[in-house]
Each structure stands twice: as structure tokens, then as C-alpha cells.
């Protein structure tokens, strides 16, 4: 589960109490203030979407042939 606040994942951990299930969190191993950016620029619209296999191209940085390169 991937509860989006601190309210959620109370609720879901007192939940799990109740049943007696055992709950693991882990933290995110990304700094908060750069999740906060991240996400903040996600509302916004402010963002670019790279496919991992043209880099370039999705970037409209495309390096044609016989160009030099950078």
C-alpha cells in the first residue's frame, strides 16, 4: 500500500493493529525537500516526460548524423 499522508498511514497502521498484522515502513531514500519540489512541479505542469531510450529525441535535442558532437 502506498498511503499518500501521514493521516493514511495511521489509519492503515491502526487497521493492521486491529487484525494483528505486522507492518514494515521504509522511508524514502529521497531527501523530502526534493520530493516537495518534485512534486510541486508535477501540479504545475512544470516538467518534461524522457523516454529512456531517446534521450535526445524527447528532449527535441536530436543529433543527427555528420553533426558534430558536443
Known amino acids: 500500500?502506498?498511503?499518500q499522508n501521514k493521516e493514511q498511514l495511521s489509519a492503515l497502521?491502526?487497521?493492521?493493529?486491529?487484525?494483528k498484522i505486522n507492518v514494515e515502513t521504509q522511508k524514502s531514500p529521497y531527501d523530502p525537500d526534493f520530493?516537495?519540489?518534485v512534486k510541486k512541479a508535477e501540479k504545475r505542469g512544470n516538467y518534461k516526460t524522457v523516454?529512456?531510450?531517446?534521450?535526445?529525441g524527447s528532449l527535441n535535442l536530436n543529433r543527427g548524423i555528420g553533426?558534430?558532437?558536443y
Open 51 to 56: 523516454d529512456p531510450n531517446d534521450v535526445w
Open 67 to 69: 553533426r558534430k558532437a
Open 13 to 19: 497502521k491502526a487497521i493492521a493493529k486491529a487484525w
Open 1 to 3: 500500500m502506498h498511503p
Open 35 to 37: 520530493m516537495a519540489m
